[in-house]
């Protein structure tokens, strides 16, 4: 008989307030009121694969969208004064959600590369996304059909935007490549390139009120252009250079020089009076933004006092600079701000009027994204009778919510009910089970290493990287024992079966062995706990793991050395020694029944130990890189493995197989920890995540997972392979001019043929096949029951029950991929359906297949009079 197991599904995300490679938006006041029912502004925030949404001044989540098996966000776009917030992903899909429904509305997959940028136009039905590879697709949300696809960067794109240059739109992009193209949406076509010489470029803002255009690049410099309109043209570009500028849409204007190493991101108030300009650093550049008024003065005054300029010396640079309006005339430095993080991404959140600048103590509210898992709310203060920022006053953060660097160990209350969490932020937290929320914040004098519940969940004993045992109470989160026994890093922590004794080892080559004695307090209230120390075992090298089996009977050691030693644990005499690792031992765990020892390595291998003769059951090539931690699930001979590679794995010790694989992590999985009654599986790694994975009563088979991972193995060979392809289609149009590498505009498909549209096209097959054979037999044996395998449906419902499931833009690709015969074969039911009272509900998307099928066999259309026929059946039934 086949054996059976139980599948973990996730089941929940939290931990991660905003991912570090994605900057965050913001909802307006109008609309969180309208669909979230609060009264201040939303902030929403990638969290891996899904999407936060927060009430930032309350410190509360008010919703959560997306799945935990998507894959990683790696873009966010609102589209402003709608109820649509779309993310872009590393597989180049792009979903719609909507704020109202909190559902998926559009599924679009037209990219190869990670998704970099997403824009969506006023209007609310055009959308232009684009890619690491450096290609721009442009999408009609309405109709949810591709419009067009523009190469023409040879890097990834790092900002799109829709913008009207002589009451026309055009879409403005730049790349990493040093280039800045203005695209025409009418004949899809790059009307003007300009070439940076500052690197790459990072981000730019127009500022409408002044008619220009400020790029970020990798130098610490600003490049500040004039957008061309007739009202200023004269003011940017001098008389005789008009012929020469005239089908240019912008013109330089100069450069401004920054205090800061690099400038990544810009931010400008709604009413234009203020640039914000920050880096990879902990700094926020300040500037004031001149009017009209004042940018002309300024011009005037820095004529005065050139000393060469009533000589007519001059030379044609000079000329230049001092007849138009240059970008010192716009911008005015003034003030360079610290802040306690890095910065990500920064939102001003209302405007200032020049009646409140000069207001004493106005603020204004603005929102930064801090790099490592930071969201803070801080007022901008202003002085009184002067526009220079001075101070910021943080208002509200987050860090309840989530750790400021990566959770190194994990591990559950007895009771099931609570999770402790330590970090190298130095805190620790104490999480609910049944709600993911923060009950306790722990403060720790260093580095989170280990950590462990005892005394029935009373007190969290924590390790530390500084060589400090830190003991905390669960119900205050006070610190009630401190203790700096070990000379450097303690890297386990472990406890007796009786949960009498509690062990500790660490780098200074030293096991410390402590009795847990609770004392009651006068109060009687909250007891307080005392280690009491009773022997002290040397070692010959660093301990980096420490396990006693569930027997009580042995203590296991992993050292540096790469062995694996046991002593018993009432002598602490030497037991048995396991050889066979190349590298040292990470982690490892002891089945309930104390049998077996599983031991993870720094060498990718995990090796099955008997613990009855220290004989090696067997090795297996567990990861694609070093194994972190190894978690048996209780009562049972089935283990988890974590690893630097990013994924989960689910093993059974007895046949040596491996289960399933568990996916989400978007980077290393540091630490595992399981309940006690083996059904809950919490995981924590780089990402700064921490991952809750339940068993299900969902039953899984070797055989099936196994064909599922081929399948998968499959569809990644098919991506890589479309990657290649599509890189050999860029160096295929490399020209050579001047010297110099360039590769021209083309407007090419928007669709790919990925997995999903195969899986579609052999469904409809299989379904064309099962409806054929079907109508056959209503034809020879109308007594004969159906085909069980219709579900109880007619055959016309079942054909229409497939087709619904294909997303309207895959539709194209799926016909593009059927045979002839299957495409005439679906055109012929497809007239049949429109004739049942049935099938009006559907008739949209008959109608579209028709229009498609039209286009794609046009020429066969003309020699066939029965295809004619039905598209004329067609058409007259769907009027």
Known sequence: MVKAYYKFSPYSLWGVVASRRVPSVTIDKEMASRFFQVNSVVVATAAVNLINLWNIRKIEKVAQLGNLLDEEISSLHYAIGSSWILAGYNNGRIRVFSLETRKLEVLIHSHTSPTTTIVVDESGFQLASGSGAGDIVLWDLSAEKGICR???HTNEVTKLKFCYFHSKQYLVSISKDSLLKIWDLVGYSCVQTVVSTRGELWDFCIIPKLNILVIAASQPELEVFGILKPETRSLFTRQENDLEEESHFIVTLGNISLKSSKCTALCVDEAGCHLIVYGNDKSLQAFQLRNWEHAIR??????KRHPETSSGTLDLVEHTALSTLQAVDFLIYRQTLQ???RIRSIHLLHSISEQQKHSEGFHQSIVMQFADNGLSLYDLLYEKESDEVFTLRQVANLDIHGHR???RSLTFSRQQNYLLSVASSCTGKIWQVSNNLCLRTLSLSGYGTCCLFVCNDIFTVIGTKNGTLEIHCTLTGDSVLQLADHEGPIWSVCESSDEKYLFTGGSDKKIHIYEMVICSTTSGTIPTIQLEPIRTLEMSDEVLCLKTTPDGKLLIVALLDCTVRSFYLDSLRFYLSFYGHKMPVLSMDVTSDSYLLITGSADKSIKIWGLDFGDLHKSLLGHENAVMNITCQPNTHYFFSASRDGLIKYWDADVFQLLMNLKGHS??????AISSNGEILASAGHDKSIRQWRRTNEQLFLEEEEEA????????????????????????????????????????????????????CE????TLQLVQKECERE??????????????LSRHMYLLRTLSKIRITDLESVLMLLPYYAAEQLLSFCSELLRLPCSRLYADLLCRIEDKWNILHKASINCLVGVKRKLASISLHSK
């Open 150 to 152: 523009l190469r023409g």
């Open 298 to 303: 300024h011009l005037k005054r820095r004529r």
């Open 339 to 341: 802040v306690p993080h």
């Open 405 to 407: 660097g990566d959770v």
């Open 667 to 672: 980077g290393e999985v540091w630490t595992l």
């Open 709 to 760: 991972r081929m399948d998968e193995a499959l569809a990644n060979s098919v991506i890589q392979e479309r990657r290649r392809s599509v890189s050999n289609l860029e160096a295929s149009v490399h020209h050579i001019t001047l010297g110099m590498e360039s590769i021209p505009e083309v407007v090419s498909a928007t669709t790919l043929n990925h997995m999903d549209v195969v899986e579609n």
């Open 763 to 766: 469904k409809i097959l299989e």
């Open 779 to 792: 034809q020879e044996e109308p007594e004969e029951a159906p085909d069980i395998q219709l579900l109880g």
